[in-house]
């Protein structure tokens, strides 16, 4: 796929600690291909994050150890120097983050802050950079653009902030828009503003949107393509579409059965997945999902891995055998 | 703001009020103090005890004793010491101040860019052999008392190291009025600038780098990192601007209380004849009228950093500006 925008290759994210080396993410692989919008969901600790913080190698700490290859408009992220890196950091791929309320410097007005990332990449004026900022403002439908970017962050609410961090992000028209759950924190009318917002993105900004998200419904209304990750792995990837109609692995139809129906007969209970995600530190060595998995078969003692079934990869041993 | 700046005048009256009562009860209530025995001298008689009691007052009820003070301080201004009858009080501090004006600023100065260089090198290098080292230094200098290191600071420039090439600049102890000579003004200052910075470069560089080391966790610096901003633009530009707010409340008390006469101790030890000096003095020989005086003058100034503070708080934190 030598198109694609974005090309992640085995990346494995662990961290020295006391006890010995801590895998978090482990072998997570993908491919994005231009404004294309894919989705990662998983649950907390599933690396769903941390995978994110590695396109733009923002994992700061220094115990962490990243492999693997992720390959970007022709070049592998892991293996730039930093100077290089730093240049791509809010130029070609920039990111936004999940709680806006303290995402911002607090002592700088939000404008000032678009201004800045615009200066940082590009040479241009002082006043030019605000006409730019206060442009994209108004292009992520704030009414009083002018007047908003003249405001500090503690004077907007959430959902303005996202917009302000969104407008930040965009402001160097970058290839790859990675967003870290970026409507948790909102309250349910912005989310789907906020959605719609990263939707057009694509068309008005040529963007691709990376979403992490443990939502299946933000997942149905804006991704292309969904990767579903299971304790630091890939458990199934594919289309959107196919995937909510026939999920193969089954911690994805347990997410899929956790969504409340509109229709069908009334539930006393919503299903649940029964248990919770291994800890990092005692990761069966088998498949990770098989002790909470209602279908386990001897063979999950050995780790599945992600194969070609009904059109899209699912790391399970059962897959396309019901 | 107009109500505000009302409201720290009246919160200022208030506090003189109580500071002055408080002194003057104190005064009175403190054995062997009686001004009467003092301004008459050694074996007087009782006669000429009464006698004087009665040409200054002292034989009045307290309370009016107390206003009739006030006045001489406040209103007439020719508030007389007790102990040498005839000296005025108010031209003595007024004197002082420029000296412990000085000193104080000279060393805020020096504490203040040492202490940021300190704190930010030790943050970015946090872990590292040279925080630890910085870290430890900070330690000893918060640990050592400013009495102890100025007269260490003396012996060494004044006496053992005073004929080598490394000290021989320096004056002898004392104060020369900067509108007089410049130049010397500033040798007679260095010293005691340095001994008085060192506790305050200490304390300052390891609440900086506190600052500075959980700034640089919260979301706002991820954010700034992926903006792509550089490792220097994070520190100075985000980092070290949000880590100022806490230490500029710091700074104007600090610089109150050290102006308002706190520098006592350093005033004494190197002879500079500022408002410490004169409180130090006052207190040793029990001159009521030039205690009242400088607490007087302390207690303004301390309340005085206090408003300023707060007015700099608006600027440079703006979500206090719309707290009020």
């Known amino acids: 796929m030598s198109e694609a925008l974005l090309d992640m290759r085995d ?26 919008i894919l989705s990662v969901v998983g ?53 936004i983050f999940q709680d806006p309320m303290t995402a911002l410097t607090p002592v700088y007005t939000v404008g000032a802050q678009i201004v800045e990332q615009i200066r940082v990449h590009q040479d241009v004026s002082k006043s030019a950079a605000r006409k730019r900022a206060i442009e994209l403002l108004g292009a992520m439908g704030i009414a009083a653009p002018r007047d908003v970017a003249g405001r500090f962050p503690h004077q907007l609410s959430g959902g303005m902030r996202q917009r302000v961090m969104i407008a930040m992000a965009l402001s160097c ?21 906020i959605l719609e917002l990263l939707l057009k993105l694509r068309t008005d900004f040529g963007s691709s949107v990376l979403l992490i998200t443990h939502d299946m419904g933000v997942v149905a209304r804006v991704a292309d393509r969904v990767v579903v990750m299971y304790a630091g792995r890939v458990a199934e990837a594919g289309a959107t579409a196919e995937i909510f109609q026939s999920p193969q692995h089954p911690y994805t139809m347990g997410l899929l059965d956790a969504i409340p129906k509109l229709y069908g007969p009334k539930l006393k209970r919503l299903p649940a997945i029964p248990g919770a995600p291994p800890s990092p530190f005692e990761r069966p060595p088998g498949c990770a999902f098989a002790p909470r998995c209602a279908h386990e078969v001897p063979a999950c003692d050995t780790r599945p891995a992600l194969a070609m079934v009904a059109g899209r990869d699912v790391a399970c041993w059962r897959a396309g055998v019901r | 703001m107009i109500i505000a700046l009302f409201r720290r005048l009246g919160e200022m009256v208030f506090v003189l009020v109580a500071i002055s009562v408080l002194v003057f009860l104190i005064f009175f209530a403190t054995p062997g103090a009686d001004p009467a025995a003092r301004i008459a001298g050694r074996g007087a008689t009782p006669a000429i005890l009464a006698a004087v009691r ?9 309370p009016v004793q107390y206003f009739l003070m006030m006045k001489h301080l406040f209103i007439t201004q020719d508030l007389t010491s007790f102990v040498n009858p005839g000296e005025l ?41 040279i925080d630890r080292v910085l870290m430890f230094l900070s330690l000893v200098g918060v640990s050592m008392p400013v009495f102890w290191l100025g007269e260490v600071a003396n012996l060494l420039t004044q006496a053992r190291f005073h004929n080598t090439w490394l000290f021989s600049w320096v004056p002898a102890l004392g104060y020369v009025p900067l509108t007089s000579d410049p130049a010397g003004w500033f040798k007679s200052l260095v010293i005691p600038w340095l001994v008085l910075a060192v506790t305050y470069v200490g304390l300052y560089g390891r609440v900086l780098r506190a600052n500075l080391v959980e700034a640089m966790g919260e979301d706002y610096i991820r954010t700034a990192r992926a903006k792509g901003l550089s490792e220097r633009q994070i520190i100075f530009r985000h980092a070290l601007r949000m880590s100022l707010i806490t ?78």
Request: proline share 5%.
């Open chain 2, 54 to 62: 009665h040409s200054f007052g002292l034989d009045q009820p307290l």
């Open chain 1, 43 to 95: 649950e907390s600790g599933s690396g769903k994050s941390l995978t994110a913080l590695s396109i733009m190698r923002l994992i700061t700490d220094p115990n962490a150890v990243m492999t693997g290859e992720i390959w970007f408009q022709g070049r592998d992220l892991l293996a730039q120097p930093a100077e290089e890196m730093r240049r791509l950091r809010g130029g070609a791929i920039a990111m």
């Open chain 2, 247 to 324: 230490l500029v409340s710091m700074f104007g008390l600090d610089f109150g209380a050290l102006v308002g006469g706190g520098a006592l101790l350093i005033e004494v030890v190197c002879s500079l004849p500022g408002v410490g000096m004169l409180t130090y003095q006052a207190l040793q020989n029990l001159d009521l009228p030039f205690i009242m005086a400088a607490v007087m003058y302390g207690a303004v100034f301390i309340v005085v950093a206090n408003t300023v503070v707060d007015m700099l708080y608006v600027v440079i934190d703006p979500r206090a500006r719309d707290a009020r």
């Open chain 1, 173 to 193: 028209d970058p290839a790859l828009l990675i967003a870290d759950e970026p409507t948790t924190a909102l309250d349910v009318t912005v989310q789907a503003q």
């Open chain 2, 89 to 129: 009080v108010v031209p003595a501090v007024v004197q002082a101040i420029p000296v412990t004006l000085s000193l104080v600023f000279g060393a805020a100065v020096i504490w203040l860019v040492l202490s940021t260089i300190v704190g930010v090198v030790a943050a970015v290098q946090r872990g590292k052999w």
């Open chain 1, 11 to 36: 990346l494995c994210v662990s961290f020295r600690t006391a006890r010995g080396v801590l895998p978090i993410v482990e072998g997570v692989s993908f491919q994005m291909a231009r404004r294309e």
